[in-house]
């Protein structure tokens, strides 16, 4: 009879088990049941206090830049809306993402640099504050582009 190394029998087990658990919508590393949030309230909800406590920053900081614009969830993350899409942000293991759009992260490339990103999106690592007031520029910004285009828009007809 051969014998197979405990090793492979545990990898195999917890393949099984992470397949099942994806399968009944649950988060492997939480634990917890994950079907998309119907609100930013129930978004936040899902995460650890301490990160709770960022997103709910990041939040009001957009309230407060945007006071028009309308909160969703899209793409299963929050997102405030204003004449279409302005920013949306999440939670994540160890940062905070943002996604304005890449034209507006060109503009603020040198306020930015210090933090990873990609094209359209930037990482605010969760063991470091908040930028708050560099997203609050960042979303008046979009704000301001929006706005002017609108009123182009308008102003064609």
Do not use: C, W
């Not at 999440?90 to 933090?115: C, S």
């Amino acid at each position: 009879m051969s014998h197979i190394p405990i090793h492979k029998v545990a990898i195999a087990h917890y393949t099984i088990v992470n397949n099942l658990l994806a399968l009944f919508s649950v988060n492997t590393i939480t634990m917890k049941k994950t079907t998309s949030p119907q609100d930013i309230d129930e978004y936040v909800a899902g995460f650890p206090a301490d990160v709770q406590v960022l997103l709910q920053q990041v939040r009001a900081t957009i309230k407060k830049a945007a006071p028009k614009a309308q909160e969703a969830i899209k793409y299963g993350i929050p997102t405030f809306t204003l004449n279409g899409n302005l920013v949306h942000f999440g939670g994540f293991k160890n940062h905070i993402g943002f996604y304005p759009t890449p034209r507006v992260l060109e503009e603020f490339k040198k306020d930015l640099a210090g933090y990873k990103g990609a094209k359209g999106s930037v990482q605010f690592p969760i063991n470091k504050p908040m930028p708050l007031s560099l997203i609050s520029r960042i979303v008046k910004f979009r704000v301001k582009k929006i706005t002017e285009k609108e009123k182009t828009k308008t102003s064609k007809k």
